[in-house]
Structures are given as C-alpha cells and as structure tokens.
C-alpha cells in the first residue's frame, strides 16, 4: 500500500491573493513562450483542486491512501472564506471517500480561541486525527500565547504536520526553523510532531531534534522540486534521512504543488524504483511508519 501523508485541496476563494499571486510568479517567466492568457486570469493552473482531481491523480500515480492537509493563511493574509467555511467544506468533500483519503484540521494556532474551538469541533464531529499549521505565517512554536493549543493538540491524541524549510512571496519563511519546536517537544512528550519536506534548507535541525524526541517524524514531500534537473540532491537526502530517521521518514508529495513540472506519478515512481533504500525499508516509508505513526 502507497500512503500519501502530504497532499492539499481548496477553492480559489480559499487561498488569500497574495498567495496565489506567488505561487503564480515562476509561470510567468514562460509568458510570450507559451500562452499564458489563462493563467493569468485563473492566478495558477491549479488555483482549485478538489477530491475527485485528487483521487484522478492519486488512481494514475498508484496511491492508495492520501492525508488532506487544509492551509490557514489567511489570517495574516485575508481570503474571502473563513477558516471554519475552509475547514468545513475539506471534510465534507473528504467524507464521501473515506477509505482513500484522511483529512486534518488546518488552523493557525495564533486564532487563539478560536483555533481550539475549531479543533474541539471537527474532532468531536469528523474524529479528525491531526492539524496542520504553517509558522511562516507569523509564530513561532514556543510562544507563550500557543501553550494552549500545543496542550489540547496533546489531549487530543492529535499529530501535528508543520511546514518547515522555504516559503513563497509574502509569507516569512525566518519562521519556519525546525528547531524552534524544541520547547513543544519537551513539554509535550506525547504529542507526535511531523516536521514537513525534511525541514527543507534547516534539515539539520530536524535530525539534532530527531535524536532527542522520539515523537517527532519527517515527510520527503517537495524533494522532487529537485528533479529532473538535480536528481541526485532528492536521491541524496532521501538516503540522509532513511540513515537518520529510519522509523519515521514518511512519503509524502505536496499535491498539487509540483505536478506541472513533475508529476504525482513520477515522483511515486522515482521513490519506489530508485537505489536509495531496499524495498522493505521503503515499504516502512510508504505504509508502515505513517500507520504507526497515525494508528489506522
């Protein structure tokens, strides 16, 4: 079995201006080469994603289960539908395809109150098994003001999926170091804490927190951002974190993101087929340590 533990749906009213606009900015060196009209009046090619492209793309890749993971980004840049109208629409789009995809919740954990009502909420009524939030957005894990949502997330049984690494246009990427959730992880020594595409550029952080925590996991989503131009950097840390975080490297791909230049099915091909780890481990990567790590 292929688990997916990093994948994205939304509406074009879901994601703020801004960041459309930067996910928009690297087409538009091909603008005069290729016709471009389209995209520019849409934003982006992929400006809405829903289940059933979802699971289209999921059937041609070979993936049998995939975790929906909502973006809230939109307090710090506004979008024209709520956190809650976000939230709500992913797990009623994900409900009627439940043996195939898992949705979170997806809430910046700076609403406060807010966030943990919305939490409380979508576990007592979908029993959602984890968050995901994005630091880049203006917070750091440690702050006083989220000692409250890092201990309802604990309460909960709930795993956390942080971004971690680069970040596009307006959102500052200073944020998203993986080291900053040292403290979360020592007062929460339950909480299971996945830090994204193997904390990108600070990857280093992940694995010195690595060998502290045993709670804290990694996803290889966004490695094929490297291919097919550098291959050898994806093979390479794909081999770095299969030595150092051998039960808790998990598959992941960030769909939609990277499918116009490689796609869904390439990157689970090229994860499965190329010489970085044996099929058993690999087998651990795409299924085994994800249905520990999420109890399903």
């Not at 984890?130 to 409250?148: F, H, I, T």
């Not at 299971?192 to 694995?207: D, F, P």
């Not at 998990?250 to 390439?266: C, E």
């Amino acid at each position: 079995m292929i688990i997916d533990a990093h994948a994205h749906i939304w509406k074009r009213e879901m994601l703020p201006d801004k960041i459309l606009a930067a996910y928009l900015e690297p087409l538009l060196v091909l603008d005069g080469m290729i016709d471009m009209t389209l995209d520019r009046e849409q934003d982006w090619p992929m400006s809405q994603v829903d289940v059933p492209l979802l699971i289209a793309s999921m059937d041609e890749a070979g993936v049998d289960k995939t975790v929906v993971l909502p973006l809230d980004l939109s307090r710090t840049f506004e979008a024209r539908a709520s956190v809650e109208e976000h939230n709500q629409w992913v797990f009623d789009s994900c409900a009627a395809y439940e043996e195939r995809v898992l949705p979170f919740i997806g809430v910046d954990p700076m609403r406060g109150a807010r966030a943990l009502k919305l939490i409380e909420r979508f576990v007592r009524d979908y029993d959602a098994k984890g968050v995901k939030v994005y630091p880049a957005a203006g917070w750091r894990p440690g702050q006083s003001e989220l000692r409250d949502f890092w201990k309802l997330a604990e309460e909960l049984d709930l795993v956390v999926l942080s971004h971690a690494g680069a970040s596009w246009g307006p959102l500052d990427e200073s944020f998203n170091h993986p080291i900053y959730f040292r403290e979360v992880l020592e007062r929460h020594p339950s909480l299971r804490i996945v830090v994204a595409h193997l904390g990108g550029k600070w990857r280093s952080e992940t694995y010195e927190l690595a060998k502290e925590f045993d709670n804290l996991y990694t996803d290889c989503s966004a490695l094929q951002g490297w291919l097919p131009s550098q291959p050898e950097v994806a093979r390479s840390r794909l081999k770095e974190a299969a030595s150092l975080m051998p039960d808790r490297l998990i598959f992941g791909t960030d769909w939609p993101l990277f499918d116009l230049s490689y796609s869904h099915a390439n990157w689970v091909r090229y994860v499965m087929e190329e010489n970085w780890a044996n099929p058993d481990f690999k087998e651990k990567v795409f299924e085994g340590n994800v249905r520990r790590l999420l109890g399903i």
